[in-house]
C-alpha cells in the first residue's frame, strides 16, 4: 500500500501562485510514476498532470500547460505541483494519486489521496 498526504493547498488571489506537495509513504513509494487530478464543484475529475517515476516524462492537462509545473523529489518520496497565473476555474480539490508502476503516465491510479482545497479569488 502507498499513502498520500497532500498539503498546499489555500485561498490566493487570481494570477497568484502555490506550490501543491504530495508526501508518499509505503512500499517502493519511490518507484511510482505520480499525477496530480482535480475535481471543482459540480464538475467531473480533471487529470491535471502526471510524472514518471524517473521525471524523464510529464504529463499537463491543455488548460494547465504553460503555468502548472509536476516536479519530484524521490529522496523525500514527495511531488510537488507548482501552481503559477492562478485562474478562478483553477478553483477545486486538488488530488495526488500514484500508480503501481513507475514509467506511466495517464488516468488510471492505483493510489490516492484525499485532496487539498485551492480557491482563487477573482
Known amino acids: 500500500q502507498v499513502q498520500l498526504v497532500e498539503s498546499g493547498g489555500g485561498l490566493v488571489q487570481t494570477g497568484g501562485s502555490l506550490r501543491l506537495s504530495c508526501a508518499a509513504s509505503?512500499?517502493?513509494?519511490?518507484?511510482?510514476?505520480m499525477a496530480w487530478f482535480r475535481q471543482a464543484p459540480g464538475k467531473e475529475r480533471e487529470y491535471v498532470a502526471g510524472i514518471t517515476y524517473s521525471a524523464g516524462s510529464t504529463y499537463y492537462a491543455p488548460s494547465v500547460k504553460g503555468r502548472f509545473t509536476i516536479s519530484r523529489d524521490n529522496a523525500k518520496n514527495t511531488v510537488y505541483l507548482q501552481m503559477n497565473s492562478l485562474k478562478p476555474e483553477d478553483t477545486a480539490v486538488y488530488y495526488c494519486?500514484?500508480?503501481?508502476?513507475?514509467?506511466?503516465?495517464?488516468?488510471?491510479?492505483?493510489?490516492w489521496g484525499k485532496g487539498t482545497l485551492v480557491t482563487v479569488s477573482s
Open positions: 494519486a500514484a500508480s503501481g508502476y513507475s514509467g506511466y503516465i495517464g488516468q488510471n491510479m492505483d493510489y
Open positions: 509505503g512500499r517502493t513509494v519511490s518507484r511510482n510514476a
